[in-house]
C-alpha cells in the first residue's frame, strides 16, 4: 500500500511465456498489493509461467483482443478491493522500477491517472523505437493536443495507472475491444474532467516486445483521428455514443475464469 490506497498492478497478456519472469522479477513487491495477469487465450506457457510465479491469473477461453484483455483486468482489479490500478505489459518493453512513482502520484491525491511518457526526455529512439512509428505518434498526439485542448506529450503508452472512481465511473464496457480502447479511455478521461499526469519512461524493443504491424498501426492511426473528432463534437453538445451520460460502465458480475487466485 502507499497512503492507505491499495495497488493492483494489472498484465494483459498474449504470448508472454519469453518475457513474463523478467518482468515480474523487477516489480518492487513491497509497494504492490497483488498482481493480476489476464492470458487472452495464448498459444504458449504463459499461464503456466504466471501461476508458477504466484501471480493471480485469469485465461480467456477464446481471444477477446487488447481492449477485451484489458475490460477483464480492470474488472479483476476492482473485485480484489484496488484503490490504484497501474497497468504493466509483460513483454518488459516499459520498465516495472517506475510502478512506486506512478502509484504515489495518485496515492496522494495529486493526479486520477498517470501515464508513462516515452517522449519525455527524448527515450523513445534511443530505446528503439521504430522512425515511423514515432513520427506517427508525434503527428497524432499534436492532432490529439490540438483537437481536444490538451497538451498531454503522448497518448499511445500502454504504461499508466488509473484510481478506482474512473474505472468504477468511466463507461469503459462501450470502448472497443481493439488497440483503440487506450486512446478512447484517455479521451474519457479528459472528457470527464480527471486529471492526467506523466512521467518519462525509458522503453525498449527488442523481438520478443509485443506490437502491432505497419497495417494495424494504419488502422490504430485513422481510429485515433476518429476519436478526436467525436471528443470534439461531444464538447459542442453532438451526440456521440462513446461521450454519452448513459454508456455503459464494467459490468463487475460478469465471471472471471481462474487459472490461479492469490490467497486471501
Known sequence: MINGKKVVVIMPAYNAEKTLEKTYNEIYQNF????????????????????????TTIVHEKNLGYGGNQKSCYRAALKAGADIVIMLHPDYQYTPKLLPAIASMMAFGEYDAVIASRMLGNSALKGGMPLYKFISNRFLTEFQNFVIGEKLSEYHTGFRGFTKEILENLPLEDCSDDFIFDNQMLALILFNGYKIGEISCPTKYFKE?????????????????????????????????L???????????RELNYYNKKAG
Do not use: M
Not at 451520460?245 to 458480475?253: F, T
Open 243 to 253: 461521450f454519452n451520460s448513459g454508456g455503459r460502465k464494467l459490468e463487475l458480475d
Open 32 to 55: 504492490v498489493d497483488e498482481i493480476i495477469l489476464v492470458d487472452d487465450f495464448s498459444s504458449d506457457e504463459t499461464k503456466e509461467i504466471a501461476k508458477r510465479l504466484g501471480i
Open 209 to 241: 516486445a509485443s506490437s502491432i504491424n505497419f497495417v494495424r498501426s494504419c488502422k490504430y492511426g485513422l481510429e485515433v483521428l476518429r476519436v478526436s473528432l467525436e471528443y470534439r463534437l461531444a464538447k459542442w453538445k453532438c451526440p456521440v455514443k
